[in-house]
């Protein structure tokens, strides 16, 4: 079999309160199934402009920040584009890392369940993107299938539990509205979370979407 390699497209460093506990590196990957419309990455999310690294050659760039890792329950997440696209990878790199870095991952669960159960045996905490649960908004915004996103959501709260997940769930102009952000966030309570789960915040679009933010 051969050894599963991840499209690296960059490291950020040194990042603290943004992407789970401690001081975590953000690993940023190619390749993503859904279109949002509003995504900052699409420049970047390409697989030809990526570096395939194997998990150990990842290991080593990330090495640098191991004391910091260690010192503050720090660790790495794993970045849009979509994380659990690369789901075999993530198991190889759990199995070199060393075992107190935390992993954490980013994913819009946009993926087939079985990536879905490989996340959840290698990943301590789950940012999940959910768009909108109301599937009719989440195609026109993603081009995508709630129904699997929901699915899939619920198989993660099953496997992880909500203590390890935290669920975005954004404004998005044009697309949603603040009834519709609600409407959602209850969907998400009545699934088994709790609102110190939920991630309420609104997009804020520029007109170079590279350039827009998230307010909250
Ligand atoms: S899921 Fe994230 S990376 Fe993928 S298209 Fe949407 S915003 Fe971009």
Request: charged residues 25%; glycine residues 10%.
């Amino acid at each position: 079999m051969t050894e599963p390699r991840y499209p690296l497209l960059s490291l950020s460093r040194l990042r603290m309160g943004t992407d789970g506990a401690g001081v975590t590196t953000l690993i940023a990957g190619a390749g993503c199934p859904l279109s949002c419309r509003w995504c900052i990455n699409k420049q970047l999310l390409r697989e030809g402009r990526a570096t395939p690294v194997t998990a150990a050659e990842l290991v080593e760039k990330l090495r640098i920040d191991d004391l910091y890792f260690r010192a503050t329950g720090g660790g790495v997440c794993f970045g849009g584009g979509e994380s659990l696209l690369h789901a075999p990878f993530l198991r190889a790199f759990r199995a070199a890392a060393p075992a107190d870095w935390r992993v954490t991952l980013e994913t819009s669960l946009a993926v087939p369940e079985e990536s879905v159960r490989l996340g959840a045996e290698n990943a301590d905490f789950f940012i999940v993107d959910c768009k909108d649960m109301d599937p009719s908004v989440y195609r026109r915004y993603t081009g995508g299938d709630g129904a699997l996103m929901e699915a899939n959501l619920r198989l993660l709260l099953r496997l992880v539990g909500r203590s390890r997940i935290r669920v975005r769930v954004p404004l998005i102009p044009g697309f949603n509205s603040p009834e519709g952000q609600a409407a959602s966030a209850r969907a998400l309570l009545a699934m088994g979370f709790s609102q110190q789960e939920l991630d309420l915040f609104s997009y804020v679009i520029r007109e170079d979407p590279s350039h827009s933010t998230e307010s909250r």
